[in-house]
């Protein structure tokens, strides 16, 4: 089980636009230089949005540049993006100081949850978040939603959204809150006692986080990439694939071959692999790996091969969850990918000349499955429900180990 995608991508501060706004005439050069950049770039920047369209509403930003901070300008440039329509297309903010909150939030059902907060505010963890400085939050989570980037379809927007919504000046220049340090939040907790909590925008802060374990299976002591490793589901006669990030092309080659020896020494009849909160990488990567695999004949390829998924699994792992439903004959579990199987991918940047603003752009199409489709679906489609997070379980993960029990057993 994993908790929201930390968005480093987005938070880290490097660089910053200057404290006093950008003179008029630079932030004019940079938005002649991001519609510029993007159409020699993007491989096909008008797939949704028209050029007539673009230009239109870049014209508008134009207008209103002397009007507003720089901070504003930035916010209707990731609008405009939005537009664009896809999950590799963005505004990245890593050039930028922004500030957090020091809290992540997850839905459950209808319900926002806090999953990890400062220590200092430990006794909030595992409560529902209802407002923000009076705005209810299904109020306040539409308005972020409309300018969180990253965002491919309605599974990956839920994430984005939640990524965005610590951002203290994103929060207050859509006018959510009413000073850009400092917050009043509502909370109701597991009794329905609702309360509220003044939270300061912090760095660098010790966590509490809701922990999950599973049982029947333990992360080897020894291991090359805490990202990448498989380990027997005790109890069973299945191997867990724990693939939540991406090894180097000859990194993977060697772990796959020691894996599929693995297999034949253990007999595995069932693999389980685990894309979840898979940000993506190199597909090809992942094709190496289903190339090892193949080659493991105690494996039951008739029923025996699991691909968990959920919205965190992003671009090359959403389509590594299509391959492998091709090529290994895998059951899809869980929830539909945050990425589409068809769409724009392979993400590259470059910055705009005196903001020093990041634009990610598409460079390439990848069409693996023939009929578009708003993430990969699954087979057996599943939530991660409240009641077992909160205890600390993995429900999705537990379906399917009770699976390949009852398999056996059969």
Known sequence: ???????????????????????????????????????????????????????????????????????????????LTRKIGDGHTAISLSNLETHSFPFEIQQFGNDWRIVKISKRYKHLLGTQLIAVDGTPITIAI????????FVENPHSKTIRTAQYFPISEILFELKLINQKDKA???????E???????????????????????????????????????????????????????????????IAEKMVGYIFENNIRKLVIDLRNNGGGDLYVGLVLANALNLADPVDWQSGVYV????????????????????????????????????????????????????????????????????????????YEWESFSRGEDNMLQWVIEAIRTAESE
């Open 142 to 149: 539409q308005k972020v939603g409309e300018v969180a980037q």
């Open 192 to 254: 329905g006692t609702v309360y509220k909590e003044t939270i300061s925008v912090a760095d660098n802060v010790e966590i509490e986080e809701i922990t999950i374990s599973i049982p029947e299976i333990e992360k080897p002591e020894e291991t090359s990439n805490d990202g990448f490793w498989y380990a027997k589901i005790s109890g069973t006669d299945g191997l867990y694939i724990h693939f939540e990030s991406y090894p180097a092309f000859e990194e993977m080659m060697q």
């Open 1 to 79: 089980m994993k908790n929201i995608l930390t968005i480093a991508l987005l938070l880290g501060a490097t660089l910053q636009l200057s404290a006093q706004k950008m003179d008029d005439e630079l932030w004019l050069q940079d938005l002649d230089a991001y519609k510029t950049g993007l159409e020699q770039k993007h491989i096909n920047l008008y797939n949704t949005i028209s050029e007539k369209d673009f230009d239109s509403e870049l014209a508008l930003i134009k207008s209103s540049i002397d009007n507003k901070t720089d901070f504003q300008v930035v916010m209707d440039l990731m609008r």
């Open 184 to 190: 009043i939040f509502t909370f109701k907790n597991a």
């Open 308 to 383: 968990l998924a959920d919205k965190v699994t992003f671009s090359a792992a959403a389509s590594n969850t299509a391959l492998f439903r091709e090529l290994l004959n895998a059951k899809i579990v869980g929830e539909p990918t945050g990425s589409n199987p068809t769409g724009f991918q392979d993400m590259d940047t470059f910055e705009l000349p005196n903001s020093k603003l990041v634009i990610c752009y598409s460079k390439r199409f990848f069409r693996i499955q023939e009929e578009f489709s708003e993430g990969v679906h699954p087979d057996v489609p599943l939530q």
